[in-house]
């Protein structure tokens, strides 16, 4: 009886995944958390999913989204047919905790190999965002071919929903949120004012999970 009780409340939990919060604390699981993320979103890209990779964004990004299913459609056939799939270890976090609530802001990609050659994939995740919870989940897709010369990667730009440069061009994208590897972009800052009082602010970390220890 037990293990039927627990195999139905296992059950209701992948029904409703897409709406489940995330119970996450450290940087750590956040990042764990993002490299799941962008694992869905390549067998999603195999299987040519839509509805499995929207449900990851969150409510924000969405909503500055006019038509999801026309992007993914766009990704699909700029992609062409998958081959491999090739991880990047490397994260970039950024957190930010004011009052005890906080936002980890979470990048990482990987390279995509398909019969139309090779592709750079990255995700800027929010995995946590208790500040502001409709920005919790995924922001942005970036996706370019290896050798693309224009914008470069989740580190230069950010924008909602899947984004593909050589296809979407560069024209409207906010000169106050392109920003450099060290530099912070206008309009987001880990610095609160003089009246937050946080209560912790942590400096944005680059590492590979070889170099990541648990927090927990």
Same mark, same amino acid.
């Given at each position: ?64 989204? +006019?038509?999801? &299913? ?10 062409? =047919?998958?081959?491999?799939? /090739?991880? $990047? !270890? ?77 296809? +979407?061009?560069? &024209? ?10 060290? =530099?912070?972009?206008?309009? /987001?800052? $880990? !610095? ?25």
């Amino acid at each position: 009886m037990k293990s039927l009780i627990s195999a139905l409340l296992a059950s209701v939990y992948l029904l409703t995944s897409c709406t489940v919060p995330y119970r996450i604390n450290t940087s750590f699981s956040a990042e764990k958390k993002t490299d799941e993320n962008l694992e869905t979103i390549v067998s999603a890209i195999q299987t040519k999913d839509a509805e499995q990779v929207k449900c990851l964004f969150s409510q924000n990004a969405l909503s500055q989204v +006019d038509d999801f &299913d026309t992007q993914f459609e766009k990704l699909i056939e700029f992609l062409g =047919e998958f081959a491999n799939w /090739e991880y $990047d !270890e490397l994260h970039r976090t950024r957190t930010h905790s004011s009052y005890g609530e906080k936002t980890i802001k979470v990048a990482a990609d990987g390279k995509m190999t398909t019969d139309k050659g090779e592709f750079i994939i990255q995700i800027l995740d929010y995995p946590v965002d208790t500040i502001e919870t409709d920005n919790q989940g995924v922001y942005m897709i970036y996706v370019a071919s290896v050798d693309y010369d224009g914008i470069a990667y989740w580190r230069s730009v950010e924008k909602a929903g899947i984004y593909i440069p050589e296809l +979407d061009g560069t &024209d409207d994208i906010d000169p106050h949120i392109v920003y450099g590897d060290s =530099e912070t972009p206008d309009g /987001e800052t $880990d !610095e609160t004012d003089e009246n937050s009082n946080p209560e912790k602010t942590d400096e944005p970390t680059e590492r590979s999970s070889q170099e990541q220890h648990a927090e927990e």
